[in-house]
């Protein structure tokens, strides 16, 4: 598999925008533009609902509607264009876009939570995609997992205010006009709390719905939000669990959406691996979890199949651990290999990880 990159991007919204929009226009015109998935969200060029959501973050995110257009002007693509782009899962439920996510709760004792995500998308992008190291003006400093052509956020991070996310794809069916998403998502990274991240979320009309497992280094708990346009869901994670790309709150049990046989069958087989674990009296191993192929009647939760159904390939692996000091995290490119590269908050590590966690 082609290496993924580490870049930094600084100064201010749309200066940092023009930079992530320089690291992937080699990409997005080599590869996205031709792409089924751009020409399906491209019809929804001109309408109201790009419209509205357009209106809706210039009013409440003109940060993020700066690097929008510092994003476009980078990637040398119209800025309508660039933006319905980082409005394609609230355009089309089948945007491709997945991931699965192993939740730990903190030790009772010494209070360090883990969060463990697997980062599935558009195999064209394999080699293309990179960690940033962003110092935005106005922003606490973050690391996060970046696509070319799209904001940062809605993969995994972590902020130097000591907030850890990752996101996970969920497939709403209808179409609202709100804040897109992936904005939502990106402001989530400016907030210093747990408290202020599910705000975001929870108090902004929302256009798509997405998953995120919130975790903060003040905070003993991991956080499990679900939203859409109908809805938030908050629900603190008390025991050892998986999400991967369908709804699963009971709140959400009313949520229209697409669970694809991908999804099921991932989520299926990661309970199962986690029941295993807690019926043998032993600690889940998150990391074997996301690694796993070995279900033969199912779809796996580590994806590299030229023919996966929903049209994604596991791109990276992020262990990330939250203790009240730090978090440090490390971020994988297959199994069984040492880490690419490891961080402590939103700082690249000259040295690789420890081969064990405490």
Known sequence: MPA??????????????????????????RHLLHTAAWHEVMQWRGSPLAAAMAAHVQQRFPRIWSELQGLADGLRV??????????????????PDGCTTVQLPADVDRRIARIVHNEDGDPGFAGHCAIAECRIDGSPGFAAFVYPGSLP???????????????????????????P????????LDASTLDA????????PRAGGFHLTLGHRAHPVLVSVEFSSQGCSVREIGEPSLHANHAIHPAMSGFAQIVTDSSRDRQRRGDALLNEAREAGRAPDPLA??????????LPIYRAAPDDPDDENTLATADIVIRTSHIEWD??????TPPRYRFIDGHRQTQHAPQGRE
Do not use: K
Request: hydrophobic share 45%.
């Open 78 to 95: 119209p800025f309508d264009d660039v933006f319905l782009w980082n409005c394609r899962g609230d355009v089309w439920a089948a945007s």
């Open 4 to 29: 993924l990159g580490l870049i930094e991007v600084s100064g201010s919204p749309y200066e940092a925008g023009q930079a992530l929009g320089r690291f992937g226009a080699s990409a997005v015109h």
């Open 181 to 188: 998403r992936m904005v939502l998502t990106r402001a989530v």
């Open 153 to 179: 956020g809605h993969t995994f991070a972590v902020t130097e205010a000591g907030l850890a996310v990752t996101v996970n794809n969920l497939r709403q069916r209808g179409v609202d006009a709100g804040v």
């Open 289 to 298: 979890i996301l690694a796993d192929t070995h279900d033969a009647s199912s």
């Open 197 to 204: 991240a599910v705000a975001v979320l929870h108090d902004n």
């Open 331 to 336: 971020v994988y490119e297959q199994p069984g």
